[in-house]
C-alpha cells in the first residue's frame, strides 16, 4: 500500500481537529486534554531551531571564510527584506481601500476580548528607543540568548564565531566537523519530530476551534475575506513575479513548501518549519552560508504576512469608527510600520504588539483591536504561510544575486 505523504496527514489532522473542534465547541475539556499534546509538539520544534541555526551558520560562515563577502550577502539581504516588506505594507494599504472591510461593521454586535497581555508587551518594547534595538543585537552573554531564543543575538554571535574559526585556518577544521555533524544530526531529528507533526496539528486546531468556534468569523466575515484574498494575491503576484525574475514557477515553489506551508498554516508558527524550510532550500542550491544567515533573519526583518495584514487591520479599525485616513496619513502609517515591525520582532502576539504601538500615531483607537482579537488565530493562520513563503524566496534571490546556480531539478523531484 503506497504510505500517505506528510501533506495529506497534516491535512487529515486539520480536518479532524476542526471537525473535534466544532462538535465540542464551548466544552473546556478540549483545551484541558488537546493542549499539552499541541504545546508537546511546539516545544520539540523550539528544542530543534536554536541548534539548527547556530551549526548551520558556523559552517556556512567557515565556508564563506571573510567579513568582506558576508557582509555584501548581509547588504543584499537587509535592501531585499526592506523593499519587499515595503510592497506588502503597501498591498495591504491598497486592499483595505478598495474594499472597505470595516466600513458599515456594528460594534455592538462584535465580541470585545481581552488584549490586556499585549499592552502590556507593549508598554515593555516602547521603554526600548530603536537603537536600544539593534545595540541589543549584540549579546552580552550568549548562553543567556540561547536559553531566551534570542534569534538576532544568536545569528549575530554565530557569524562572528564562523568567522574566528575561518580565520585560524586548519586549527578550526575539527570545530567546522564537529558542528556539521552537529547540523545533521538535527536535520536527521527534525524528520523524526514531523512524524508527529499531524497529531500536533490535529491538537492545536482543535483547541482553537472548540475556543472560539466557526461561528465567531461570521460578523467579521469581510475582514478575513479581504485579509486571505490579498495574500494569496501577494504570493500569486507579488512573489510569484519575483520567483519568474529568478528563473522560478512560484506554483511549483509552492507546490515544492506544500508540507511546510500546510504546517505553518496548522500551528500559526512559522519556527515549525524553519528547519525543513533551510533543508529544502539547500537541497534546490542555495549555499549553507546564505540558508543559515538569510532565513533565520528574515523572521525578523522580512514578515512579509505580518506587515500586509497589519495595514489592512490599521485601516479596518478606523473604517469600523468612521475615522477617514487622508493619503499623508496613510504614508506615516507605512513609515511607522516599517520602523515598528522590525524594532519589536520576536515577541509574543508581535502583529498585535506592532498594531498597538502603531496605531496611537495616526490617531486611530488602540480600543478597536479588542473586536479582532477573538479572530486573530484563524487570520494568523494565513500570514504564517506568507511569512514562508517569503523567508524561502529570499534565500533563492540572495543565491541569484551572489551568482550561484539553482537546481530546478530538486523541486521537481520532490513536488
Known amino acids: 500500500m503506497k504510505k500517505i505523504s506528510l501533506a495529506w496527514q497534516i491535512f487529515i489532522g486539520l480536518a479532524l481537529g476542526i471537525i473535534v473542534g466544532a462538535i465540542f465547541y464551548g466544552n473546556?475539556?478540549?483545551?484541558?486534554?488537546?493542549?499539552?499534546?499541541?504545546?508537546?509538539?511546539?516545544?520539540?520544534?523550539?528544542?530543534?531551531?536554536?541548534?539548527?541555526?547556530?551549526?548551520?551558520?558556523?559552517?556556512?560562515?567557515?565556508?564563506?571564510?571573510?567579513?568582506?563577502?558576508l557582509g555584501k550577502i548581509g547588504g543584499k539581504t537587509i535592501i531585499y527584506f526592506e523593499i519587499i516588506t515595503t510592497i506588502a505594507i503597501v498591498v495591504g494599504l491598497i486592499a483595505a481601500n478598495i474594499f472597505h472591510p470595516g466600513t458599515g461593521i456594528d460594534r455592538?454586535?462584535?465580541?470585545?476580548?481581552?488584549?490586556?497581555?499585549?499592552?502590556?508587551?507593549?508598554?515593555?518594547?516602547?521603554?526600548?528607543?530603536?537603537?536600544?534595538?539593534?545595540?541589543?543585537?549584540?549579546?552580552?552573554?550568549?548562553?543567556?540568548?540561547?536559553?531566551?531564543?534570542?534569534?538576532?543575538?544568536?545569528?549575530?554571535?554565530?557569524?562572528?564565531?564562523?568567522?574566528?574559526?575561518?580565520?585560524?585556518?586548519?586549527?578550526?577544521?575539527p570545530i567546522i566537523k564537529f558542528f556539521k555533524g552537529t547540523s545533521e544530526a538535527m536535520f536527521y531529528v527534525t524528520n523524526q519530530v514531523m512524524k508527529v507533526a499531524p497529531i500536533g496539528v490535529f491538537a492545536l486546531i482543535g483547541v482553537t476551534v472548540s475556543t472560539f468556534g466557526l461561528s465567531s468569523l461570521i460578523p467579521l466575515g469581510k475582514l478575513v475575506l479581504v485579509v486571505y484574498g490579498a495574500m494569496v494575491f501577494f504570493i500569486l503576484v507579488v512573489l510569484g513575479l519575483v520567483a519568474k525574475l529568478a528563473g522560478f514557477n512560484i506554483f511549483k515553489f509552492l507546490k515544492y513548501l506544500k508540507?511546510?506551508?500546510?504546517?505553518?498554516?496548522?500551528?500559526?508558527?512559522?519556527?515549525?518549519?524553519?528547519?525543513?524550510?533551510?533543508?529544502?532550500?539547500?537541497?534546490?542550491?542555495?549555499?549553507?552560508?546564505?540558508?543559515?544567515f538569510v532565513i533565520p533573519t528574515g523572521y525578523s526583518f522580512n514578515l512579509d504576512g505580518s506587515t500586509l495584514y497589519q495595514a489592512i487591520a490599521a485601516l479596518f479599525i478606523a473604517q469600523m469608527y468612521g475615522i477617514h485616513l487622508s493619503?499623508?496619513?496613510?504614508?506615516?502609517?507605512?513609515?511607522?510600520?516599517?520602523?515598528?515591525?522590525?524594532?519589536?520582532?520576536?515577541?509574543?502576539?508581535?502583529?498585535?504588539?506592532v498594531l498597538l504601538a502603531t496605531l496611537g500615531s495616526v490617531g486611530i483607537p488602540v480600543e478597536g483591536l479588542a473586536f479582532i482579537a477573538g479572530i486573530d488565530r484563524i487570520l494568523d493562520m494565513a500570514r504564517t504561510c506568507v511569512n514562508i513563503v517569503g523567508n524561502s524566496l529570499a534565500a533563492i534571490v540572495i543565491t541569484k544575486l551572489e551568482g550561484h546556480k539553482l537546481d530546478e531539478n530538486a523541486m521537481k523531484k520532490a513536488a
Request: charged share 15%; proline share 4%.
Open 108 to 173: 455592538s454586535h462584535l465580541t470585545k476580548t481581552d488584549i490586556h497581555s499585549y499592552v502590556e508587551t507593549t508598554k515593555t518594547t516602547e521603554s526600548h528607543s530603536k537603537i536600544d534595538t539593534f545595540v541589543n543585537i549584540v549579546p552580552t552573554n550568549i548562553i543567556q540568548s540561547l536559553a531566551n531564543g534570542d534569534m538576532l543575538a544568536i545569528i549575530f554571535f554565530s557569524v562572528m564565531f564562523g568567522l574566528g574559526v575561518a580565520a585560524i585556518g586548519e586549527k578550526g577544521t
Open 327 to 353: 493619503i499623508w496619513h496613510q504614508i506615516t502609517l507605512v513609515l511607522v510600520l516599517m520602523v515598528t515591525s522590525k524594532g519589536i520582532a520576536g515577541v509574543p502576539g508581535v502583529s498585535f504588539v
Open 28 to 69: 473546556p475539556h478540549v483545551a484541558t486534554y488537546l493542549q499539552p499534546i499541541g504545546n508537546v509538539f511546539i516545544r520539540l520544534i523550539k528544542m530543534i531551531v536554536v541548534p539548527i541555526v547556530v551549526s548551520c551558520i558556523i559552517v556556512g560562515v567557515a565556508g564563506v571564510g571573510d567579513m568582506k563577502s
Open 259 to 292: 508540507d511546510e506551508l500546510l504546517l505553518g498554516y496548522s500551528t500559526a508558527s512559522s519556527e515549525t518549519v524553519l528547519p525543513k524550510i533551510m533543508e529544502k532550500m539547500e537541497n534546490l542550491g542555495c549555499p549553507r552560508a546564505i540558508t543559515s
